[in-house]
């Protein structure tokens, strides 16, 4: 006698996945502002599917910071401050923090850039890097967007432990939506976005983490002069 078939569930599941998906991309790209609001019947007549999987999607983001929920309203797309901003950066440096463990402690058993494999993934993740690259001289920030996160969650697999890359990669998202919230408001973005990917890959690359850690320094200091400068206009 055949047991019991789980199609149903993955089904949903996955169909949960694909709305989060989708609605944290309208979310960076802007088509889904700070503050808006919309009901569980909505999405779910916008993504022609039933109300099930689109609440446990919309929960799934509330709880990721995405979004806020309103007993009475539904959702709506949470307004991040300044102050935020300051607060996901020093907790992502945080984390970031341990992959410079990882470097340092290579010959100890950690992650040894120099090894085939890790050579190998290391030039997968540059590649990453000089994509995003292209797109910050370019200004386009939903290309950058796309590339920077799987080169950050590809870079923290490699030199972290899995725990620590989905924690990084969930405030890296935060991070993107709390900054589009800004970038969004200029103009032009050629040249005003960070763009030292590759040469923090280089730096992993050549066990050289204080090179790294100063780069990644910059970086913040950047990030958080742009988002105050926009802020402040």
Request: charged share 25%.
């Amino acid at each position: 006698m055949p047991g019991p078939s789980h199609t149903g569930a993955v089904t949903r599941s996955t169909l949960r996945q694909q709305i989060a998906d989708a609605l944290r991309d309208e979310v960076l790209a802007g088509r889904l502002q700070p503050g808006q609001e919309f009901t569980v019947k909505e999405i779910a007549e916008q993504y022609g599917v039933s109300a099930t999987p689109v609440r446990e999607a919309l929960v799934d983001l509330s709880a990721q910071g995405l979004l806020e929920a309103d007993h009475h309203r539904g959702f709506r797309v949470h307004e991040y401050s300044v102050d935020d901003f300051r607060g996901m950066v020093e907790a992502r440096s945080l984390v970031i923090g341990g992959m410079f463990l990882a470097v340092e402690g290579a010959r100890r058993g950690g992650p040894d850039p120099d090894a085939p494999r890790v050579a190998a993934a290391l030039a997968g993740v540059r590649r990453r890097g000089e994509e995003a690259q292209r797109a910050a001289a370019a200004g386009d920030l939903t290309v950058l967007i796309g590339y920077d996160l799987r080169y950050w969650r590809e870079l923290a697999v490699l030199f972290g432990n899995p725990y620590l890359a989905d924690f990084l990669h969930r405030l890296r998202v935060q991070s993107w939506v709390c900054t589009v919230q800004h970038l969004r408001r200029l103009s032009d973005l050629r040249g005003a976005l960070w763009s030292g990917h590759t040469e923090l890959v280089d730096a992993l690359a050549r066990h050289d983490a204080p090179a790294a850690r100063a780069l990644i320094d910059a970086y913040n200091a950047h990030s958080l002069a742009l988002i105050e400068r926009i802020a402040r206009r």
